[in-house]
């Protein structure tokens, strides 16, 4: 059975008006094509997206509930109402409280902001919590980030005589808080046209509505960096507004006027550079939310709200020691869960990782779930004990539903919630072996196999013409890159390898220069240095990839990020392991029945019978596809595994029988009497057959009627290059047997690598490990030795020779062989 370990997914849209998209917007036919897979086929579409002035923002009065806020906040500044901003622990609770803080004291506002302790108090509001902000006289409290469904709390304000303002972005639940006002663009009765703003953008909209009401202007410069730290943390999709405040605030980073944005790209190691949203995902985020992690979330508002350069700076250095202590955490918890999934967790039974200690941080285990299930490509849950109960963080695939599952194991939970890709939960220490059980339960329900692979989704595949300043350049206009707005990936197919070179500290990492019709395209793999010591010269590759522009010493030229190396077809092509021992197998069930005959097939040379299997293997059930050749092999499963997870979730891939788990089958290889054609509507040999004879007498004897065939001329060379490849010549048996001989003693041990290494250097020859282990069965059958293959090694008893002389070729099994080798058709 052939599994893959990933597979690819290349967009498959209406690409009709690519021309129309190119003449009018000026733009290449691949950036065409990119705005066409993110969801922008018209004119106006693709305007509306490449334009991200400020002054596209929607109108906030537009979300229900802002003229009530607005309202109500200003007769609390106009009458000296103390105001406390609730918000959260992570990094979009953060910036949202600080924007909201720097923008009500710039109204002269008499505000404070409340941060619950993470570890302590967990998220939203609690009774606690308000009844210490009850005793400072507070009048009005508003949320950030939080709230929606603090139903009960909320309540708890209004009793104690404080309004509440709702400010939040999460789901809503059926009834909504009885505050002032509710604004959420989630809201069933809110009519706001982009629903996706990040908590952050819910409280930036809040500002807008004060800033209009009062005739007051927002300093973007200070505001937007911190709205788009908070947007791009907090993983919403960088579309609609969400792309223009992310687009400007990058803009304004580097030249802010806030000095905790300053102090913490001093620390983080980028001040004076041009920010990406990579850098605010992966270096500024993880910064700021550590301090929530480890619970001192409020330092971040400190180090935004201050007026103070020096306090700022101190402030970041903080944070950016919380992140190293985290990563410390982080790297140990790692080990350590690493270590109870080798000693604890079956891997080829348990679909989801569950796993429980009582060292583990509760704030950080959330990032570690994520990475182990990066790594394993399965659903991870992570409980840190704490006594009786743990606290649990699960992270999922896109293939698996972990809220929706957890509701399946409620009766062992306290409490859970979360959404489809990321979930908390509480439970009794006593019930995690219990709980493991029931959601791996409902992952064998609703996972198989091929969901536990990875689907990587590629945008065009890239032709040579493609490849130049003007197109990338094009496509950085589409930046920042994020969540429904991925950075562009493509696939450059069949290249051949002109040059190779390891560079970098230990030669991490790998330059190649590629050439296909006729032009050269230089690529750069961060981290994919082992491949030097894989790939030569003149190899025929694949890469996933995005495009990016070298500017080296002024000089700019276009070059090719590799992320994936897709698949390689080596110069000199060599047969792996499993498909030999198979070939022995279908050689040795076919020779029992060696027959010769007059040899005559039709051969098919008009289509494409490569993109004909895969149109028949995804648009129709119960095929059966039989294959011989290696070579062939190799192109159908590349053509496959570019299809996405669809046609190999229908589709078995097998040696010599068939496989009747799915309903399509690919057989390669087949001992055609051993399989049930019945089941099957239709039959395809895609190639030639080794032994022909045999092929025509099973069709004359038991053929099915619906089979159709699909042979080249060219498989006969193929087949014989297979064949020329395991087949040892006379001379080469000789050789060996020669070497068997000379040996000092009757038993011998052999080790094929470093034999053939030696007797191939002694005699300057090129006998493969194939060669060595057909020769080894004929010998065994001439009786020139005994042998018992254990461990890779060969254990050799050699018999006495005969007395008379031996015609290998006339004996039968060494007959049918070389006849295959020698046919012609």
């Known amino acids: 059975m052939i599994r893959f370990d990933k597979v690819y997914k290349l967009y498959d849209k209406d690409y009709s008006q690519i021309d129309t998209l190119c003449r009018r917007l000026d733009i290449s036919p691949l950036t065409a094509k990119v705005l066409i897979n993110r969801g922008f086929n018209t004119i106006e579409s693709c305007e509306d997206f490449l334009n991200t002035d400020l002054k596209n923002l929607n109108d906030p009065f537009l979300l229900k509930g802002m003229k009530e806020a607005v309202e109500r906040i200003s007769k609390a500044i106009e009458y000296s109402e103390k105001i406390c901003i609730y918000g959260d622990y992570d990094a979009d609770g953060v910036t949202s409280t600080s924007i909201l803080f720097i923008f009500l004291k710039k109204l002269g506002a008499n505000c404070f902001y409340y941060l619950p302790n993470r570890l302590e108090e967990g998220y939203g509001l609690n009774i606690d919590a308000i009844d210490n902000i009850a005793k400072l006289n507070t009048s009005l409290l508003i949320t950030v980030d939080c709230g929606i469904t603090n139903i009960c709390e909320v309540d708890y304000l209004n009793e104690k005589g404080i309004d509440v303002i709702v400010t939040d972005h999460h789901q809503c639940i059926d009834t909504l808080p009885k505050a002032v006002s509710v604004i959420n663009p989630n809201r069933v009765d809110c009519s706001y046209s982009f629903k996706m703003l990040a908590g952050v953008g819910v409280a930036f909209k809040l500002i807008q509505g004060l800033s209009k009401k009062l005739g007051i202007e927002v300093d973007y410069e200070e505001i937007l960096p911190l709205v788009t730290i908070g947007t791009v943390a907090d993983v919403v999709p960088l579309v609609g507004e969400n792309r223009i405040i992310v687009k400007n605030g990058l803009n304004f980073m580097k030249d802010t006027s806030n000095l905790g944005v300053k102090a913490l790209l001093e620390v ?18 993880p910064r700021l939310n550590a301090g929530g992690r480890l619970g001192v979330a409020t330092i971040g508002v400190k180090m935004f709200t201050t007026d103070d350069y020096s306090e700022a700076l101190s402030l970041a250095e903080y944070l950016d020691e919380e992140n190293r202590k985290r990563q410390e955490i982080e790297e140990e918890i790692l080990k350590d869960a690493e270590k109870l999934i080798e000693e604890k967790i079956d891997l080829e039974k348990e679909k989801i990782i569950v796993l429980a200690s009582d060292k583990w941080h509760s704030g950080v285990i959330g990032i570690c779930a994520s990475k182990i299930t990066d790594k394993y490509f399965k659903p991870s849950i992570l409980f840190s004990i704490e006594g009786d109960v743990a606290r649990g963080s699960a992270r999922s695939i896109p293939t698996f539903d972990i809220h929706n599952s957890l509701s399946r194991c409620s009766d062992v939970l306290e409490k859970f919630g979360g959404h489809k890709q990321a979930a908390g939960m509480l439970i009794k220490t006593e019930n995690i072996n219990e709980f493991r059980r029931k959601i791996n339960e409902v992952a064998d329900e609703f996972l198989d196999e091929d969901d536990l692979i990875p689907e990587i989704y590629i945008d065009s595949e890239l032709e040579s013409s493609d490849i130049d300043i003007k197109t990338i350049s094009e496509l950085k206009k589409l930046e920042p890159f994020g969540m429904n707005n991925p950075s562009p990936q493509f696939i450059y197919r069949t290249a051949k390898i002109k040059s190779i070179r390891r560079i970098g500290k230990d030669n991490a990492h790998l330059k190649l220069l590629l050439e296909k019709n006729g032009s050269v395209v230089d690529t750069i793999g961060f981290n994919f240095g082992d491949y030097g010591n894989v790939l030569s010269n003149e190899d025929e590759i694949n890469i996933v990839g995005n495009l990016d522009i070298n500017d080296y010493m002024g000089n700019v030229s276009p070059q090719l990020i590799i992320r994936e190396i897709n698949s390689i077809k080596y110069d000199i092509p060599n047969i792996d392991d499993e498909y030999y021992y198979a070939l022995k197998k279908y050689l040795k069930k076919n020779s029992l029945n060696f027959r010769k005959g007059k040899k005559n097939v039709e051969f098919v040379e008009k289509i494409n019978r490569l993109d004909y299997i895969v149109d028949v293997l995804k648009e129709r059930e119960n095929v059966l596809v039989l294959v011989y050749n290696y070579v062939n092999i190799l192109s159908i499963c590349e053509a496959i595994q570019l299809e996405g997870r669809d046609v190999i979730k229908k589709t078995s891939i097998s040696y010599n029988i068939d496989d009747n788990h799915k309903v399509n089958s690919i057989v390669i290889l087949p001992v055609l009497f051993d399989i049930n054609f019945k089941r099957y509507e239709k039959v395809i040999f895609y190639d030639l ?129 070389y006849s295959l080798k020698n046919s012609e058709m």
């Open 689 to 817: 057959s080794f032994d022909v004879n045999n092929f025509l007498y099973f069709m004359d004897k038991i053929g099915p009627k619906n089979v159709g065939t699909l042979f080249h001329r060219y498989d006969i060379d193929l087949n014989k290059e297979i064949l020329l490849n395991i087949l040892p010549t006379i001379d080469e048996m000789r050789i060996i047997y020669k070497s068997f001989l000379t040996a000092k003693s009757k038993n011998i041990k052999i080790e094929p690598y470093l034999y053939l290494e030696s007797i191939n250097c002694k005699v300057e020859k090129k006998i493969t490990k194939y060669k060595l282990d057909v020769t080894m069965e004929i010998f065994k059958d001439l009786n020139f030795i005994d042998f018992t293959l254990k461990d890779n090694y060969y254990f050799v008893k050699i018999l006495e020779p005969p007395n008379e002389k031996i015609d290998i070729l006339e004996k039968p099994k060494v007959k049918y062989l």
């Open 268 to 285: 983080s190691g980028l001040k004076d550079k041009n920010i990406s949203s990579y850098h605010v995902g992966f270096v500024l985020g």
